[in-house]
Every structure is written in structure tokens, then in C-alpha cells.
């Protein structure tokens, strides 16, 4: 997170967190709801709230192990839910398969979607969770680090302790096999509701 004029950076507020543990609610201030979105697209939200809770318990529990020249927190957060999904791996693997069977995604439903939205995604929205439970683990993190998380290649990398070149070699795969799941069709264009 960009500190604007006279903010502190989060790395300052860990810091500052080793002093004075609660200030590393600050912390949770400026990351919880990104964190939560991203873990309920990846397994629901009633293991997201329990997730959420744990990321951040982790993190305070590590702080003392934050590298402090990373002014941005966000990447070090994201690694360690993604950690956690892989832990619940097998959740996630029927969350994925019940959007398949169903066509319903409980992460973003919500009675005042837009009709016409709905049965555009819902047409694909099973054949996308199915593509996606088909992908290898650390492909679909990477995509979905990358469509849910709205992380960039490097935040990724550092999120997953991998080298940038094995992001951009998962996200690549991974955009192909979905892409070849949908008939050739980019699920990033046909509309807001089947992204993953």
C-alpha cells in the first residue's frame, strides 16, 4: 500500500506493531476486505470469514519476520491465505465442482444482480468452475491470484515464493486451458459474473 503524504507505509505500521501490538489492527483496516473477497471466491463465504480471521492471526503471529523493505503488505497477506486455501484444498475442490453441477456461484450472488447478467453467466459460469477445478493447483492460485486478487506478476511471485517467469508460465497455461474449456471463449469478456 502507497503511503500518501504523511501516511505510513503497512511495513511502517508492522513496525510500529512490535511495540505496540495493536497497531497492527491498522493493518487489518487496510487489507481485511481484499483478503476476505479474495478467499471467498477461492472457497465460499463461510470459510472465508474463518480464513480471514486466520490470515490475519498468522501474519500478527509472523510480523516479526516481515521484511521491512516491502512498504506493501498486500503480496505477504495474499500468501499466506493462498497457503491456506491449499490447506483446504479439497473444500475449494467442491466449491469449484458445486458451480459446476449448479451454476450457482454463492460468492457473488445477490438478489438485485441484473437479470440479464445472470443468464449470461450463468451459462458459463458451470463450464468455468469446471475448468478451473480441472487446472493444476498452482495454476489456478496464479489466475486466481490474478483475476480475484487483482495482484500483479511480481506481488504474485513474492505472495508465492516463486520466480516471476513460473507466474507468467502458470497464468499462460492457465488462461489457455481455460480458454480451450470455453470453446475458445475469454471468460474475462463475457461479463462480470463468470469471472473467477
Known amino acids: 500500500m502507497r503511503a500518501e503524504a504523511g501516511a505510513e507505509t503497512d511495513a511502517e505500521v508492522i513496525e510500529a506493531s512490535l511495540r505496540e501490538p495493536e497497531r497492527f489492527a491498522d493493518l487489518y483496516d487496510r487489507h481485511h476486505q481484499t483478503i476476505h473477497r479474495y478467499l471467498a471466491r477461492?472457497?465460499?463465504?463461510?470459510?472465508?470469514?474463518?480464513?480471514?480471521?486466520?490470515?490475519?492471526?498468522?501474519?500478527f503471529r509472523q510480523r516479526d519476520r516481515y521484511d521491512l523493505t516491502c512498504a506493501n503488505a498486500r503480496p505477504w497477506l495474499y500468501g499466506i491465505a493462498t497457503h491456506l486455501v491449499?490447506?483446504?484444498?479439497?473444500?475449494?475442490?467442491?466449491?469449484?465442482?458445486?458451480?459446476?453441477?449448479?451454476?450457482?456461484?454463492?460468492?457473488?450472488?445477490?438478489?438485485?444482480?441484473?437479470v440479464t447478467e445472470r443468464v449470461t453467466a450463468q451459462g458459463m459460469r458451470r463450464e468455468l468452475a469446471a475448468a478451473l477445478a480441472r487446472l493444476p493447483r498452482g495454476q489456478r492460485d496464479v489466475l486466481l491470484l490474478t483475476a480475484a486478487g487483482g495482484l500483479s506478476?511480481?506481488?504474485i511471485a513474492s505472495a508465492l515464493g516463486v520466480a516471476k517467469?513460473?507466474?507468467?508460465?502458470?497464468?499462460?497455461?492457465?488462461?489457455?486451458?481455460?480458454?480451450?474449456?470455453?470453446?475458445g471463449t475469454d471468460p474475462r469478456v463475457v461479463g462480470e459474473g463468470v469471472h473467477p
Open 153 to 155: 506478476a511480481e506481488e
Open 86 to 114: 491449499g490447506r483446504h484444498h479439497r473444500a475449494e475442490d467442491r466449491f469449484w465442482r458445486l458451480i459446476a453441477r449448479t451454476g450457482v456461484d454463492p460468492a457473488i450472488e445477490s438478489p438485485s444482480e441484473r
Open 42 to 59: 477461492r472457497l465460499g463465504r463461510d470459510e472465508a470469514d474463518d480464513l480471514m480471521a486466520e490470515t490475519f492471526l498468522i501474519a
Open 165 to 183: 517467469g513460473t507466474v507468467h508460465s502458470r497464468l499462460n497455461r492457465a488462461r489457455k486451458k481455460t480458454r480451450d474449456a470455453l470453446g
